[in-house]
C-alpha cells in the first residue's frame, strides 16, 4: 500500500507571537501550536493561509520546534504576493495552519550527518540539527549557503569541528553544539568563498576513509544546487536525501499538482511533493545519477 503520509495534518488556528525582520526581506515567524510542535518531524512542511485576501496557502517548512512551550518557527523570504502579505502579519494576529505535512527526512544508523542548505532551504537542515543535537550517536556538520546576508548575526564558533576557527557558525546551531560552515560566493566575513559543494567536498576530504563510510548527505535548497549536491554524493559513494519545492495548490495529496517524476524500481513514476514527498532519495530525481 501506498503511504500517504497524512497521519498528522491538521488544521490548527495559530497566534502570531513573534516576527522578526532580516536583511534581504527575510523573517522569521514563530507560532503556536502544541500539535504541530509535538508532531513535526525534520523535513516537514506547513502550509499556511497569510491573510484572508489570498485563497490559495503558502508552503513553508517547519524551521524548529519549542514543544515545552507549544510554538514553533518558520523562515521565509518575500519572492510574491502570498509571502508579502506573511510579512505584514503582526503578533497577536492568527492564521490558519494546516500540518505538518510531508515524509520529511529518515536519520538512518549513519553517524555523520552532512547537513547541506541553501538559501530558504535552510529551515529543514536546522530542524534535523535540532532533533539530533542531544543524541550523542551522532556527529553532525552543517552547511549553510546564501547568495544575500545571511537571516541571523553569523558568529564565530566554540567548538572542534571542521574548520571552526576558520568561518562564522550560526548562533543558535552554537547553542545546540552543531559544527556549522557558512559558504557564499559574496565577500561576507567568517564565511567560506565558494559554493555549499565546495566546503562540503573539503570537508568530506578532512575526514579518514572510515568515517566517510559514515556520512549521510541531507540537503535542501534550490534545484541546481541539489543537483550538484546529489552529484558530489554519488562522487563520494554516499546516500543523499534531498527535499524538492514544487508550486502548491492542495498540499494534502488532492490535486496532483506539484508532481515530479522519479526513478523507481518499476520504471518512472509521478510522485506527488506534498505527501509522496517532499523528500525523494536524491538519486530518483536527477536524472544523471540514476
Ligand atoms: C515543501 C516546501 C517548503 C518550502 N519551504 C520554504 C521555507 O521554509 N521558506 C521559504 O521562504 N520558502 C519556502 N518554500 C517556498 C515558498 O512556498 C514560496 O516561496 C511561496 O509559496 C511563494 O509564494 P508567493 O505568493 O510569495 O510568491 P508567488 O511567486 O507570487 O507565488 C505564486 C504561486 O506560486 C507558488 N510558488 C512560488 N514559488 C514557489 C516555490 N519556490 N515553491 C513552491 N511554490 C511556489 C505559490 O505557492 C503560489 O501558489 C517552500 C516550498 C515548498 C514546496
Ligand atoms: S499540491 Fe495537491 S497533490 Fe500535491
Given amino acids: 500500500m501506498v503511504k500517504t503520509h497524512r497521519d498528522t495534518i491538521s488544521v490548527n488556528d495559530c497566534q502570531v507571537l513573534a516576527h522578526y525582520q532580516f536583511e534581504a526581506d527575510q523573517y522569521i515567524i514563530t507560532l503556536e501550536s502544541k500539535e504541530i510542535a509535538d508532531s513535526t518531524r525534520p523535513g516537514q512542511f506547513v502550509h499556511l493561509s497569510v491573510s484572508g485576501m489570498l485563497a490559495m496557502r503558502r508552503p513553508i517548512s517547519v524551521m524548529s520546534v519549542d514543544a515545552d512551550n507549544g510554538t514553533f518557527d518558520l523562515l521565509y523570504k518575500i519572492v510574491g504576493e502570498g509571502t508579502k502579505q ?74 572542534n569541528g571542521f574548520n571552526s576557527s576558520k568561518f562564522y557558525t550560526m548562533p543558535l546551531l552554537e547553542e545546540w553544539r552543531v559544527p556549522c560552515g557558512l559558504a557564499s560566493l559574496q565577500d561576507y566575513e567568517g564565511v567560506y568563498k565558494g559554493y555549499v559543494t565546495d566546503l562540503a567536498r573539503e570537508y568530506l576530504d578532512s575526514l579518514s576513509s572510515s568515517d566517510l563510510k559514515e556520512v549521510e548527505v541531507f540537503t535542501c535548497g534550490p534545484n541546481p544546487m541539489l543537483e550538484a549536491v546529489s552529484k558530489l554524493s554519488n562522487e563520494y559513494n554516499l546516500p543523499c536525501q534531498a527535499s524538492l519545492e514544487e508550486y ?33 532519495d536524491a538519486k530518483t530525481v536527477f536524472n544523471d545519477f540514476r
Avoid at 264 to 273: I, L, Q, S, Y
Fill in 248 to 280: 502548491m495548490a492542495c498540499a494534502v495529496g488532492g490535486c496532483a499538482g506539484c508532481v515530479v517524476e522519479v526513478a523507481t524500481e518499476n520504471g518512472p513514476a509521478m510522485k506527488r511533493v506534498c505527501v509522496d514527498g517532499p523528500v525523494f
Fill in 86 to 159: 506573511l510579512a505584514d502579519r503582526k503578533i497577536g494576529d492568527v492564521l490558519s495552519v494546516i500540518g505538518p505535512i510531508g515524509n520529511g527526512f529518515e536519520l538512518t544508523d549513519r553517524k555523520i550527518p552532512l547537513l547541506i542548505g541553501g538559501g530558504v532551504g535552510m529551515p529543514p537542515m536546522i530542524a534535523i540539527a535540532q532533533k539530533i543535537k542531544d543524541n550523542a550517536y551522532y556527529n553532525p556538520y552543517v552547511i549553510l549557503g546564501s547568495e544575500v546576508p545571511f537571516p541571523f548575526e553569523a558568529s564565530q564558533s566554540s567548538l
